[in-house]
């Protein structure tokens, strides 16, 4: 079994940052693809970013693409995303997940079998 536990949500003013972390753990986390998605109040589950097992390559939406940045460190069993600039569009739940299936489209929510908890994300205007 897997547990994924983020942490590093908050409340920030517009333009202002934060970075989110993801420990994993039951899993060799060092081969598998995270994920970062988002939920708003009354909104559907969004892809925000992604990152192959290596680091080698990640996905963003458009929404996150220039301000976001996904990483992580395996040695840490840790993903971690960077969010700059935030607007109060971001306000949102964050999830991180883990693909167990070595999907290759990893920016789907149902690419990942493992979900974290949830930590909350506001930006004030």
């Known amino acids: 079994q897997v547990q994924l536990v983020e942490s590093g949500g908050g409340l920030v003013q517009a333009g202002g940052s934060l970075r989110l972390s993801c420990t994993a753990s039951?899993?060799?986390?060092?081969?598998?693809?995270m994920g970062w998605f988002r939920q708003a109040p009354g909104k559907e589950r969004e892809f925000v970013a992604a990152i192959r097992w290596n680091g080698a390559s990640t996905l963003y939406a458009d929404a996150a693409k220039g301000r976001f940045t996904i990483s992580r460190d395996n040695a840490k069993n840790t993903v971690y995303l960077q969010m700059n600039d935030l607007k109060p569009e971001d306000t949102a739940d964050y999830y991180c997940?883990?693909?167990?299936?070595?999907?290759?489209?990893?920016?789907?929510?149902?690419?990942?079998?493992?979900w974290g908890q949830g930590t909350q994300v506001t930006v004030s205007s």
């Open positions: 997940a883990l693909d167990s299936s070595f999907s290759v489209n990893i920016v789907r929510a149902g690419a990942y079998e493992y």
């Open positions: 039951g899993r060799t986390f060092s081969l598998y693809a």
